[in-house]
């Protein structure tokens, strides 16, 4: 890139002869510049804190801004249609759907996770989280299984983990999920939550018909 910039500076160059007294510049070299730049630097150092920048980052990762508690309860329907931006054959050729037609996901499948939108940082919705949903579920599954006990197998439905996905928009994933022994997942840049219109947590997105249905949850004694 600097060949051809130079280059085409000096395809338009026009030699305007000597107009003044000329002065030899002494400008140092770009390698000899990242050499000196590099000598300077304490390399160990700097990677041991790029190290720790990186550690602090997964454990930790930055919060979703302007997501705050909720201090009431409210509900709306969220429409996960989508236009297609080209058409869609079928592998015989025939057309499927033409660009610009309206799907809708929920007509051809169910969706049988719950996300449960919480912020790690604040231990009342941690306390009420493992409260309204992981001991509860773990309850249920208890009882699944104690009333199969007899059976030859136990359904894959009923040992299976919850359909409950944990998701973060700020704390650290790591300790809470060893807290309350289920995986954890991170908004991360706070797709979802813009996706979704979430403003406050706790917040629940579920499906309902052929809509999903988006509450935030104000917590008693809040």
């Avoid at 160990?44 to 454990?59: D, F, H, T, Y």
């Avoid at 801004?65 to 931006?85: C, H, M, V």
């Amino acid at each position: 890139m600097i060949i051809y910039l130079m280059a085409s500076q000096l395809a338009i160059a026009k030699d305007f002869g000597k107009q003044a007294n000329s002065w030899i510049i002494a400008e140092e070299g770009l390698s000899t510049m990242i050499k000196r730049k590099l000598a300077a630097l304490n390399l160990s150092q700097v990677n041991e804190q790029m190290q720790a920048l990186a550690r602090k980052r997964i454990e930790q990762p930055l919060p979703i801004n302007n997501i705050s508690k909720a201090k009431e309860t409210i509900s709306w329907s969220f429409d996960p249609s989508y236009l297609l931006e080209e058409d869609v054959y079928l592998p015989c050729g025939k057309l499927l759907y033409a660009a610009g037609t309206k799907i809708n996901p929920l007509d051809h499948m169910e969706w049988h996770d719950r996300l449960i939108f919480i912020d790690g940082r604040d231990q009342q919705q941690l306390t009420w989280l493992k409260k309204q949903y992981i001991n509860q579920g773990n309850i249920m599954r208890l009882e699944a299984v104690a009333h199969l006990k007899n059976a030859a197998y136990i359904p894959e439905a009923e040992h299976n983990s919850s359909k409950n996905k944990i998701v973060l928009i700020a704390g650290k994933p790591l300790d809470i999920e060893q807290q309350i022994e289920q995986r954890i997942y991170f908004d991360q840049f706070g797709s979802l939550t813009s996706k979704f219109n979430i403003s406050h947590v706790p917040a629940l997105v579920e499906q309902d018909g052929k809509y999903l249905k988006i509450t935030e949850i104000a917590i008693n004694g809040n």
